[in-house]
Structures are given as C-alpha cells and as structure tokens.
C-alpha cells in the first residue's frame, strides 16, 4: 500500500516564512531574499515527506499567501485595480490579498471568507466582464521543476475547476455561465503543459463536491470534466475532496475517467455507506483520507486498519491518505518541551502525522499487525484511561433546566431600560476590543513569562497602556470604551489559561490567513472556570474613566472552535461545560460594575456544517442556547453585546436573533455590506454595528468614506439600532494607522449625527 500527503503546512516549523513576509512587507529585505526563504521551505518540506516514506508528496502548495488566490492567479484572474497599479508579479499578488497603498495607488484588499468549516481563510477571487481567463504564469511548473532537481517526483495541487467556479466572485453582469467554457479551456491547456512536463499526477481539489449540490452542480461538474479529462494521456488525475462526503455526486465520480479519488473517511460520515452501497471500481485508485489533518489526537490504528482491510476485501485498491491539507495542523510535536509525555503521547502534529501514515503503511503489509509493538502500543493509547474526568463538572451541567437559557425581561423591553440607563448618544461608537499589540507589549508578556520581570512589573505595565489607552479613546471622542487587551496573547488562549481542562503548546502555530497564526489550545478534559479571569483588568479600566468600559469576553462557541476539539465526547457537551465557565466571568463582571459585557463570537459562523440539513441538529441547536446560558443570568439594564467576525451569516440570521444579545458587531466592510439586507427582511431585532472600515489591512479610511458607508448602512438599518465601529479587534495593526482611522470614524459620526438630527 502507498500514502499520499494532500498537503503539507507551508508556513515553517517555526514560521519562517510569516517572519520573512513581513520582513519584505516593511521593506527590510528585498524580494530575492523572501523567495530564498521560500524555496528553502519547500526543499525541507519536500525532503521531510520523502524521508518519511510517503510515496505521493504535493507541490504547489506552498503559497506567499493562499493557494486559492494562486491559482486565480494561475487563471489570469486579476482585476483590473490591481494590474493598474504598475507593479510587479509578486507585489501585484501580494496587493490582492493585503490592499495597497502607496507611491502607485490606493486600492483595497480583495475580500477573505473562511475556507470551508476550518479557521484558514481564503482569498476571493473576483471575476470582472473584461477579465480573460487564461492559463498564466509558471509557479505550478516551476515548483514541480524545483522538486524533480530535489530528486522528488510530486503531484502538482490545484483547486479544481468546479470549486474555483463557485469560489469566484462575479462582480459585474457576467456570471459564473459566462465563463464555463473559458474555465474549462484553461484546465485543458493546464493538463496540457502538465503534459510536457511529464507529469505523472496532478491532483484537483474540489472540496465543493462535499457540500449540498442539486442537478444544476452535478451537470455542471460533469461537463467540466467530461471536457477536461480527456486532454490528460499519460498525466493521471487525482480527483481529490476533503472536509465531508461526496453523497450527491457519488455515482457519476465512480463512472468518471479519474484515475483516483480522493475521499475524506474522517468528517465524511457517510464515505463507507457510500462505498458499500456503490461500490468502487478496480480501475481507479481510492486515495482513503484516514489521517485526520485537522485535529491533532494520535490516530487509532485498529480503526483505521479494519477500514483499510474491508477495502481490500472488496478488492479495491486504496492509497493511504491525510483526510485533508497538513495545513490546519501544527508543524511538528519536537519544539514541545513544557508538556509532558504522559499528554505528548496522544498528540500527533503534521510531522508525526507523516510517521503515521509510514507505520499504518508497514501494518497493513504484515501478515498480522495485531502482534506487531507499533500496534499494540497505539492499542494501548485508546484503551487506557486519560484522566480527563471531572465529577463536579458533569453534575452542575446535569442540573441545568431550560430557563436556565432564557433571559427576561424579553429583548424590547430590556432595549427600553437600557437606553434610558445608558444614555449613550444617538449611532454610538465603540471598538471591537483589543487596541495594537505594539512591540512593548509583547516585550513585556515574554519577558514576565520568561521570569525577566516580576508579576507587579508586569501588571503595571499593562496598567499604564490601559491609562495611555483609556485616555486616548476619551480624547478622540468614543462613546464605549475598552481597556484595549494588552494582557492577552490571544482571545481563546487567554481564557483557555484560566480554565480548567486545557493545554497549551509553545510552537505549534497554525495558519490562519497570510502571514497570521494561530496557536490553538487542546481540550483535554472537562472543563470549568479556575478563578475570576477579566474582572481584575476591567474593573481597573472602568476606575480611569466617567465613561462606559466594555467587558471583553470570548464566548464558548470560539473558545470551542478555535481549540482543537477532544473526540471521546460530543462537541455538545464541551461547549457547554465552556458555557457554564464563561457564565461565571460574566456574572462577575457584572457584580462589580460592569455595565456593558460583549462575548465575542468570532467563530460561530465557521463550524456551520457544510450541507444545510446538518446545520440544525449537528450545530445550532446547541451552539446558541450555549451562548444564551453565558448570559442569561444577568440584570435587564446590563448590555450585552456580541462580535462575530465575517458577516456570512445571512443564510442563519434568525439563529444569531436567537443568541439574544443586546447588540452585534460585525465585519462588512470587506464583504459589500450584503447582510443589510437580509437583517432587513428579517426583522432582526438586535442592535447592529456593521463594520465601517477593514482592520485587516494597513489602510487609512477618510471621513468621506465612512460617512458614505455609514449613509448606505442608514437607508437599510433603522437609525435607533445603528452603532458605528471597525471591523474587528485592532490588535494586528499599528498606532498610527488605528489612531488616523479611529479619528475619521468618530468625525463621521458626529457628521452623520447633524446630517440626522
Ligand atoms: N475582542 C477581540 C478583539 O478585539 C475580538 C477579536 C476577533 O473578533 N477576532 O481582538
Ligand atoms: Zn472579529
């Protein structure tokens, strides 16, 4: 049996290209230093895959950014704002996914959604009439040159046709039709050159296929290929899919001239019924994703090895593969030296993901693995206890009653009480939370958690900013204040610290978008809340001023998706351990005089399941009644308020009514302020502040913008229910451009106040 890797994390074991990107954006090194890293990279991830026995290793994975924009890029996909700007390839590449602004122009980023149900984010394509689709540029082929000079046979990634179709963004009147035949003639001229290069495989991701798709897809994706296919003589197509089942397009695949499938056995729940039901032709290789890439537990052999042996009984033949992207894991397990073996044992990161799918190669060619070390030592992982259990937990939630996730008085009525309590001016203004984690603040945590300074030194610091903070937002003149945040490394890692039943790693980054990781904790155990974890810093901010300070929470929702996740209980019952911690935060925020508290839910969104049937019963019937139990026990005049980054929530906007916050921060600005719509049509009754301009790149909005947006958001949303802030948290920017923005909004409000007076 061989093993194939879909992909494989491109950001470094230590993050060496995040470093030097943005060493290369504030113009410390050139452009021929940040490729050198880069073709580094590549040469050790390649070399790592090959040492470790895998036999189908990608290229063209590697990506300065996304590889959804590569290969827009590939396509010729570049609008015109951008190819104006006169510059070259790569900064031309690089201000599609970061904006620019500059000595050659002032254009925006392109806009960034969730990448399927994981934390990554990609780029969103954008299609114009005057666009030509055509296969361009060379970083497919240069790539799989740069391999073969390592010695390394690879399989070149690409998205798929199909999945780029539905990616896109149609921008003006054409639409995805217009440029069917186009798209398919681009492939072809792809699989062409692949050709020449005598390429032995090209592997096509079409995660698409595993969400919801009715006759019009499965016509469509049959055309595409149909056409395609047969321009691939010698070229073998892997036809890969990941994050779920294929069950809608199941029987036309089997039919379909690919010479092998790809299929995800982790999260697609119904793959085996599918297989048992159709079968699986012998012609074709099924590339069984068995590994899971996107958590982080060790896998469990027998499972895994039963599953390949039923295949083999049915005589089909299987490749061993990752069930998605290396990319939503960490690096490697090695640079972990806090935690013990005793936990280190059940974690398997991409490196020792790698070994895994070697040792399950070596397994399936014993005669019996059952009597093998390697087997009996995983055996023994899944059958001792890991002491993660915690009576006290599981009794309080079993004592939890239905009232217990409804607030009263109902919405309007608290609407009323708060207004008048409050007595905030009319569109107040606020921020999402954290202000710039500038160099200082950095500086400062490492050193307190290096023991370079004491506990006191610490806290007074981050006092000072807070003052420094406080002040400056009376200054400028924002309505709702925050204490900026300087004490977290993170939204869920900070609460994860303070919370029984989660570990933390050192090194094991994730990516999230460009140059950004994450560094998720592990749900170890049941989990409760250790001790009082915001109020100490809130109630200080709140003593510094007359105004209203913002609590700042992170809700169980996020804390739960942004964790890697634990697979011995449902994600129902550690979400709602979580909820109860956070219920205790808030209830002591409020005790001591808090009088605003936002729960932020970033990621509620991004764990949505992929097919619209599960979205009810495997997801929101628990995600929001968890957010409703963190703060239902609070009085009627205490605001509450959420945050969800990426406002693609209009296909669920009653559920996000159903939350029963007060108010709801959301980004808008970089998604065309689509959702106002929607709120519209209905009814949302929460208090909305839709983003007013893009944290997420180093671009200063002028007062006329804001002004313009803020009278486009006023013909949809009532003006009684409108506040005006940024997108998101201000934490990845700098003072400057937060200090020139944040003034422009608070000069448009006052503006918009006189213009509605
Ligand atoms: N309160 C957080 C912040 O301002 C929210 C971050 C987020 O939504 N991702 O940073
Ligand atoms: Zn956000």
Request: proline fraction near 3%; charge should be negative.
């Amino acid at each position: 049996m061989q093993t194939s890797v879909i992909g494989f994390p491109r950001i470094g074991t230590l993050r060496e290209l995040k470093f030097a990107s943005e060493k290369y954006f504030r113009k410390e090194i050139e452009a021929a230093q940040l490729l050198e890293t880069a073709k580094e990279l590549r040469k050790v991830h390649w070399t790592t895959q090959k040492n470790s026995g895998a036999d189908y290793i990608s290229c063209n994975d590697f990506s300065h950014y996304d590889i959804t924009l590569d290969t827009a890029v590939l396509l010729g996909i570049i609008p015109k704002r951008y190819k104006d700007l006169g510059l070259s390839e790569l900064d031309t590449y690089f201000a599609m996914a970061r904006g620019y602004q500059g000595d050659c122009g002032d254009v925006k980023a392109l806009a960034m959604k969730k990448w399927y149900n994981t934390n990554y984010h990609y780029i969103v394509p954008e299609l114009e009439d005057e666009t030509t689709i055509k296969l361009s540029g060379s970083k497919l082929w240069d790539e799989y040159s740069e391999a073969k000079s390592l010695g390394i046979e690879t399989k070149p990634v690409v998205i798929g046709a199909y999945t780029m179709l539905k990616l896109c963004r149609y921008t003006e009147k054409k639409t995805a039709d217009d440029y069917l035949s186009d798209f398919i003639n681009a492939y072809k001229a792809l699989i062409e050159k692949c050709e020449e290069y005598q390429i032995e495989w090209i592997q096509f991701d079409e995660p698409s296929l595993v969400q919801d798709m009715d006759k019009d897809d499965i016509a469509l994706f049959c055309k595409i290929y149909n056409n395609i296919l047969p321009y691939a003589k010698k070229c073998k197509i892997l036809l890969q899919t990941y994050f779920g089942d294929v069950r809608d397009i199941y029987a036309e695949l089997i039919n379909m001239p690919f010479a092998g499938i790809g299929l995800d056995f982790i999260e697609g729940k119904e793959t085996c019924r599918l297989i048992e039901k159709y079968g699986f032709p012998q012609d074709k290789l099924l590339f069984a994703g068995l590994v899971n890439g996107k958590n982080i537990w060790r896998n469990n052999y027998d499972k895994t090895l039963q599953i390949l042996d039923l295949l083999n009984k049915k005589g089909i033949k299987s490749v061993l593969s990752t069930s998605c992207s290396l990319l939503h894991v960490p690096y490697t397990l090695k640079h972990e030296k806090k935690l013990s073996d005793e936990y280190l044992a059940y974690f398997s990161f991409a490196e020792e993901k790698l070994a895994e799918l070697n040792e399950l190669k070596t397994l399936s060619e014993c005669k019996d693995y059952h009597s093998e070390e390697i087997f009996k030592n995983n055996e023994k992982l899944f059958a001792e206890n890991r002491n993660c259990e915690n009576a006290d937990v599981k009794n309080r939630l079993s004592l939890v009653t239905d009232s217990d996730y409804i607030r009263l008085p109902k919405r309007s009525e608290r609407q009323k009480i708060q207004k008048e309590i409050l007595a905030l001016p009319k569109f107040p203004t606020t921020t999402i939370g954290s202000f710039p984690q500038t160099n200082d603040v950095k500086a400062n945590r490492s050193a307190y958690r290096k023991g370079e300074i004491s506990e006191k030194e610490y806290i007074n610091f981050n006092k000072a900013k807070i003052a420094e903070c406080v002040a400056w937002q009376e200054e400028i003149g924002l309505d709702v204040l925050v204490h900026g945040e300087y004490e977290r490394n993170d939204m869920v890692e900070y609460f994860g610290e303070s919370l029984g039943g989660f570990l933390f790693t050192e090194k094991a980054w994730v990516q999230s978008y460009g140059t950004r990781c994450v560094k998720p904790p592990v749900i170890w155990g049941d989990v409760y809340r250790k001790k009082p974890i915001t109020v100490y810093w809130s109630v200080y901010a709140q003593s510094l001023t007359t105004k209203i300070m913002k609590g700042m929470l992170t809700g169980p929702v996020t804390i739960l998706n942004w964790s890697f996740p634990r697979e011995d209980i449902s994600i129902r019952e550690s979400i709602s351990q979580i909820a109860l911690a956070i219920r205790d935060e808030v209830l002591d925020l409020e005790k001591n005089g808090i009088r605003i508290i936002q729960i932020d839910e970033a990621a509620l969104r991004e764990k949505l399941p992929l097919r619209k049937s599960d979205w009810y019963n495997e997801y929101l019937s628990f995600a929001i009644p968890a957010f409703c139990l963190t703060h239902s026990g609070v009085k009627a005049q205490t605001q509450i308020h959420t945050h969800m980054c990426y406002s693609e929530f209009t296909d669920i906007i009653p559920s996000i009514d159903d939350m029963d916050a007060d108010v709801i921060t959301f980004e808008a600005s970089r998604s065309d302020l689509q959702i106002l719509d929607s709120l519209r049509e209905h009814n949302f009754e929460t208090e909305v502040g839709p983003g007013v301009y893009d944290i997420h790149s180093p671009r200063v909005p002028s007062v006329e913008e804001i002004l313009n947006v803020l009278n486009i958001m006023l013909g949809k949303i009532d003006g009684d229910k409108l506040w005006i802030n940024p997108d998101c948290g201000l934490k990845t920017r700098a003072m400057s451009e937060t200090e020139a923005s944040l003034k422009n909004l608070v000069k448009a409000a006052k503006q918009i106040r006189k213009q509605n007076d």
